[in-house]
Structure formats: structure tokens, C-alpha cells
């Protein structure tokens, strides 16, 4: 054989001599020391439901709350908001109705955005960095700023969102800029 150190042959549990006696099956002689026990191997990481977390890198990723359908009941009664909110368009409450819906629908699909963006499953560098750059002009819009430094300001955030959510995707999906 090639190898200069053999590992001693590791016993079974229960046999061998009984605790403390010091011999093993009467044979005189040192008792051999057993060498380290070698560190199990690690089992892949669980979630509360049992199931294993590692997944096929062409399997969309699962939300936390997963058997929960969650998002589709966000996008459900987002819908039903907005439906009513222009039932109501007349009204004060019509308009907080249909607002209430676009947030609530556009927050469901964020949320699919980022766990597939930042699993490595798929690139929405484009559709995440529009998230600040509407912030942006949001705040500039109710802020009141001149409509030139809304419309320079919201796509330079969004350019360098972009740039910063590129470089996040490559981090985790081993250097791939996207993935179709």
C-alpha cells in the first residue's frame, strides 16, 4: 500500500472488554488508545418543516413561510383593493383603496424579486434598482423640487442601483451577470 499511517480499525459499540478492566479479551500487554473520533459529517440544513434546504439551482427558491401561500393571497386581495378602489374612484376612501392595492400587489412581486435575485436563481437587477429610483422621485415629487432634478435624480439612482444589485447577483450566483 502507499499510505505511511494506517487509521486503527475503529470497535463497535457494546463489544470489546467491560468498562475499566483495562484488557481486551485477556491478551497482556498496553491497552492501544484510541485515536480521535472523527467529526460526523454535517447533515444538510433542515427547516423547521423537515425539509432539506439545499435545492437544485434550477429550483425557484421557497419562501420562509413556504406551504403558506402567502404571496398569492397579497396579490389576491391587492387585486380586490384595486377593484374596489375604482368602484369607488369618486370617493376619498376609492383612492386610498386603490393605492392600498398597488402597494400591496407591487410589494408581492418584490418580494419573488428579491428571494430569486439574491438566491442566485435568477437576475432582476433592472426591476430592483427601480425600487429606489421611484423612492426617489417620490420624495423628491412631495418634497416639491423642480421637475428637472426629479427626472435627473430617479435615473442616476437607478443607474447606480443597477450597478450595485449586478454586482450582488454575480456575488452569489458564482459570477454570472444573468441568468435567462
Request: aromatic residues 6%; hydrophobic residues 45%.
Amino acid at each position: 500500500m502507499g499510505g505511511a499511517h494506517r487509521k486503527p480499525a475503529r470497535k463497535r459499540r457494546g463489544t470489546g472488554a467491560p468498562a475499566g478492566s483495562g484488557t481486551s479479551g485477556g491478551t497482556s500487554g498496553p491497552t492501544p488508545t484510541p485515536g480521535p473520533t472523527p467529526a460526523p459529517t454535517p447533515a444538510p440544513a433542515r427547516s423547521a418543516a423537515g425539509v432539506s434546504r439545499r435545492r437544485d439551482p434550477d429550483e425557484r427558491p421557497k419562501p420562509p413561510w413556504h406551504p403558506f401561500p402567502l404571496i398569492e393571497l397579497c396579490v389576491l386581495v391587492g387585486m380586490l383593493l384595486i377593484v374596489l378602489g375604482f368602484i369607488r374612484a369618486s370617493q376619498d376612501s376609492g383612492k386610498v383603496l386603490l393605492l392600498c392595492g398597488l402597494v400591496l400587489a407591487s410589494l408581492a412581486g418584490l418580494d419573488t424579486a428579491v428571494r430569486e435575485h439574491f438566491a442566485g436563481f435568477r437576475s432582476h437587477s433592472l426591476l430592483l434598482a427601480g425600487m429606489p429610483a421611484v423612492l426617489v422621485a417620490g420624495g423628491l415629487f412631495f418634497a416639491q423640487a423642480p421637475w428637472l432634478a426629479i427626472v435627473i435624480a430617479a435615473p442616476l439612482v437607478c443607474i447606480g442601483a443597477f450597478i450595485a444589485f449586478r454586482a450582488a447577483f454575480r456575488r452569489v450566483s458564482g459570477g454570472l451577470s444573468f441568468k435567462a
